[in-house]
């Protein structure tokens, strides 16, 4: 039977799930090699090759997909190792990247700095011509005053290029001779077309995506080609693809034009996998969705079973962040994982946890590979939540006393002793958490105590019940194998594209007729892709979306809908459609006339299905899966712990708080006051006591 390899590499951890039809046959887990990515990818894959019996190359001549999600963009950007990127602009508006939309959160808060650009001032750089917002060419491109811009990119070192001028998508003959002249003048130096990637009107949002597109081209075009090559040559025949943001995949030579679909590729694939896994367990129809690794903390949200998509992603916060304005799975990324440093400024002396991250190399203290920065990780292993007999990955093991050397360094800055400074670090990593679930759920109008939480990633569990006491969602569930459940999200994942349009009409000024035959235009390019890959059009799907407003308002929401949807309802269903979804968001709707901005279609090849395994049945008592006791610190005072190997746990098992579950990628804390319960497919449900 032929095996789906999918795997997932953090900033930490690389994880590996091998599926067939049958469910799950094996997992793995490797540190991350972030200088050559194959090489953690490799021990991974050998891991679970190992557990069916199999090695790399055996495992490989069985294996007919191979699909590879990462949060390596997301990283760079979180950390700001992004390519120095020239950003070209029509003379007279350079600060598009600046002054973003013009908003802010809270506008009388005078304490919060503005927020630099994405690219900053100092690389933005004004090209001499003009086209109307009809596409007339109102004024010609300057040839030799572009020729000497270019020249100056050259002699400063760029090494990507973003081309965002005013109204290409109405005519793009300046952006296409721009990029002419960058090939001519700046052989392999990779730049991106605003109006190829994404031929939408909003400037800021258009140049925001253009700008991101390009800073990533030099890593992620090295980093895809070097994964694929390496694959190649250890052995692997089959099918490679990516997955995206978009909660799909697609193969690499397309990625590596648009790699801005990787940047939440990784943390896309968590709602995908506890979509695919509620379904599964028939765990509720609502859920949050967050999974912790090693650098971030990704959120995401799972309404009526099925993702919840955004065309609104930013990274960052809502106005100060920088908007990617391609549709993504709705997910919130935060600089906030197991690698995340503590540190304390010289000017406030106030404790503080991340953005930055100790990653892969040289990690966390405890794991003894270099590290003596302070991480979130060295302080669970303080407090002893992460134990000796945590397994880390099958091999790895950790020394307390280098965790406990790092830490104290937080602890004499600070003036505190060893256990509250560890316990500081992990209430402050907590509130950062709690901070981006707020943004998924309360800000946007849901009540967490309305859904269970849902806790991945190799850090998830350990944090996943003070999540759960922080926003009151219950159960809190800790699926089996969390700490690979990402890679468990790609092996369901499906191939996925769209075209898409501007279109800005009002209702009167088109018809049914033509909007449908735009919608058809755009279904057989977003098709094509799909095709081109041998998926027959029987077992592809497509959906359309538009882009709606009132005439003369600014503010514009997204349609969902199907082709045969449109041909029975057309402009009439999809205004009563918007009217009630504006009523809902902003409790009011209006007599204005409704008018077109973008038409989408969006094709996607059938879903793997994947099974889960039952576990067999036992009573309410866990002792049979203890192993020891050890000691912890928890709410400012020591309490002694039962550690269980989750691998013995039966169903019905019950586990009373404080308790540590230890398994091979991640390790569950239950805090005490709390319970969690063993279902019938592994999963540990927990909820409070009483």
Known sequence: MAYRISVDTGGTFTD????????????????????????????????????????????????????????????????????????????????????????????????????????????????????????????????????????????????????CLLWSVANPAHEVALGRMIEEKLPGVPFTLSHRLIPIVREYRRASATAIDASLKPLMQRHLRDMENDLRAAGFGGEILVSTSIGGCMHVEELVERPIHTVKSGPAMAPVAGRTYSRVEDLGKDSIVCDTGGTTFDVGLVRDNELVFTRDSWLGPRWTGHIMSMSTVDVRSIGAGGGSIAYVPELTKALRVGPQSAGAVPGPAAYMKGGEKPTVTDANVVLGYLPASSKLGGDMRIDRGLAEKAVQSIANAIGLPLMTAAEGIIDIVNENMFGALRLVSIERGYDPRDFALVAFGGAGP??????????????????????????????????????????????????????????????????????????????????????????????????????????????????????????????????????????????????????????????????????????????????????????????????????????????????PDHVGEVDAHGSILIRPVG
């Open 16 to 163: 590996v799930v091998v599926a067939d039809e049958r469910g799950i046959r094996a997992l793995g887990k490797a540190p991350t090699t972030p200088d050559r990515i194959f090489r953690g990818m490799q021990g991974a894959i050998e891991n679970a090759a190992s557990d069916l019996g199999l090695d790399l190359k055996a495992l490989f001549a069985q294996s007919t997909t191979l699909i590879y999600g990462t949060t390596r963009a997301v990283n760079a950007i979180v950390q700001g190792k992004t390519a120095k990127t020239a950003f070209l602009v029509t003379e007279g508006f350079p600060d598009t990247l600046v002054l973003r939309e013009g908003g802010k959160t809270n506008p009388h808060d005078f304490t919060v700095e503005f927020p630099p650009p994405y690219v900053p001032r100092r690389y933005t750089f004004e090209i001499p011509e003009r086209v109307s917002s009809e596409g007339e060419i109102t004024r010609a491109l300057d040839m030799a005053a572009t020729a000497k811009v270019i020249d100056q990119l050259k002699s400063r070192g760029f090494e990507a290029v973003a081309v």
């Open 462 to 671: 350990l944090h996943a019940n003070a999540l759960g006491k922080l926003m009151q969602s219950w159960p809190v569930i800790i699926p089996p194998g969390p700490g690979v459940l990402c890679a468990y999200g790609d092996a369901t994942t499906r191939l996925r594209d769209e075209a898409s349009k501007t279109f800005i009409r009002r209702f009167s000024e088109t018809s049914d007729a033509e909007v449908l035959q735009h919608f058809e235009t755009l279904a057989e390019t977003a098709a094509r892709t799909l095709s081109a890959e041998g998926i027959a059009p029987s077992d592809q799907s497509i959906g359309i979306q538009i882009d709606l407003r009132y005439h003369g308002q600014g503010m514009v929401l997204t349609i969902d809908s199907t082709i045969d949807e449109f041909r029975k309802g057309g402009l009439t269903a999809i205004g009563d459609t918007f009217d009630a979804m504006h009523e809902q968001l902003f409790t009011f709707a209006l007599e204005h006339q409704h008018e077109l901005v973008n038409l989408r279609a969006i094709a996607q090849g059938r879903e793997a299905r994947v099974s889960a395994e039952q576990v067999g049945s036992g009573a309410s008592d866990a002792s049979a899966a203890m192993v020891e006791h050890t000691e912890i610190y928890v709410a400012g005072s020591s309490r002694s712990a039962a550690i269980y190997d989750r691998s013995k746990l039966k169903a019905g098992n019950r586990i009373a708080g404080p308790a540590i579950v230890v398994q091979m990628d991640t390790t569950t804390l239950i805090l």
